[in-house]
């Protein structure tokens, strides 16, 4: 199941990398589905290669060469998916800072929606939190009434 959440969540990181970056195309979002598929699969077993074989280059830039590896990575998909295509290689570098950037903001709103729907339909847990000189029963207390190094907690 987090598999398919992945695999969409890329697919709207892709398409939303269409509308910022000129020149990098994707025709609709089952070719984003596609494209996002072709591009997990380069980034497990071609990527790695790519990057053992720039490791000098990229000690050497301090980094910034990876950005031609991820430019990489996207012309090869461009070339295995139809309805995907880049312009140009500053294309693909725009790309892929940008579909960095957009991953990692999808990716952090998807667990805090995540994080929301688990506290909305986990089960009541009730929590024994220490006062002074007692101790008071909550049920599902806010995150800012336990500490989890100091909270003891029981569930009945």
Known sequence: ???????????????????????????NFMTALIAGIVLGLINAFIRPILAFVSAPITVLTLGLFSFVINAVVLYLASLVVPGFKLDSIMAAILGG????????IIASLAKEVKKA??????????????????????LNP??????YSDVDTWSF
């Open 1 to 27: 199941m987090n598999i398919l959440v992945a695999l969409v969540l890329n697919a709207l990181a892709l398409l939303a990398t269409t509308y910022v970056v000129p020149g990098f195309h994707v025709d």
């Open 97 to 104: 800072v940008v579909l960095a950037v957009v991953s990692t």
């Open 117 to 138: 729907l688990y506290k909305i339909f986990t089960p009541g847990v009730w929590y024994l939190t220490p006062g002074i000189g007692s101790f008071t029963l909550v």
């Open 142 to 147: 806010p995150e800012s009434l336990i500490s």
